[in-house]
């Protein structure tokens, strides 16, 4: 059992972490794209100064032009880069949204309801689930203790299992469950 919540805490510790660098990577990238906007702005601001420059030199209106030309080129090169880069964000947005999903779903937890079982009805058991409500986060999740596996030495005469199968009492118990489940929003 411990094995697992270990397992379950190192997974959500590991998509905490892919969560937290997607988030870094995306300013990264869309600090980027401000950046060479601002560039694209310039280089456009600086073509129209050359055009109207070759306006009033024609006769070195083919200098010019070649000049335009380079511009308009690195002008439609940065655009491509840009449309990538966005694509990129997009990518990593949507990457970052199956993350936080993955997150904060229960699709990733398998298994019985009860997240510990077999705990002893005795002395040692009790001490043992007493120390875990001290540390319960309480805000995020509902703590339920319940028996299991009836005690034949504690049944009263005609007591059986059937008399309990709707839950049975921890004082009828050899063993204590534990169930945690998670709080609905709202609550």
């Given at each position: 059992m411990d094995n697992i919540i270990s397992k379950m805490k190192y997974e959500l510790g590991d998509l905490k972490y892919q969560l937290m660098v997607s988030k870094e990577e995306n300013n990264q990238i869309?600090?980027?794209i401000k950046n060479l906007n601002k560039q694209n702005q310039a280089l456009q601001d600086l073509n129209i100064q050359i055009n109207e420059q070759a306006i009033k030199n024609k006769p070195d209106n083919n200098a010019n032009s070649r000049m335009v030309f380079k511009l308009e080129k690195e002008v439609s090169e940065l655009r491509?880069?840009?449309?990538?880069q966005d694509n990129k964000i997009t990518d990593m947005?949507?990457?970052?949204?199956k993350l936080t999903n993955r997150l904060y779903s229960n699709e990733k937890l398998q298994g019985c309801r009860y997240a510990f079982s077999l705990i002893p009805n005795d002395e040692e058991g009790n001490k043992f689930v007493e120390q875990m409500k001290l540390y319960?986060?309480?805000e995020s999740y509902d703590f339920v203790k319940r028996g299991q596996n009836l005690d034949p030495k504690k049944l009263g005469k005609g007591e059986t299992w059937k008399t309990?199968?709707?839950g049975q009492p921890l004082d009828k118990s050899k063993n204590i469950r534990i169930y945690i489940n998670k709080k609905?929003?709202?609550?």
């Open positions: 869309k600090d980027r491509e880069f840009v449309k990538l947005y949507e990457e970052n949204q319960f986060n309480y309990y199968e709707n609905k929003e709202g609550k």
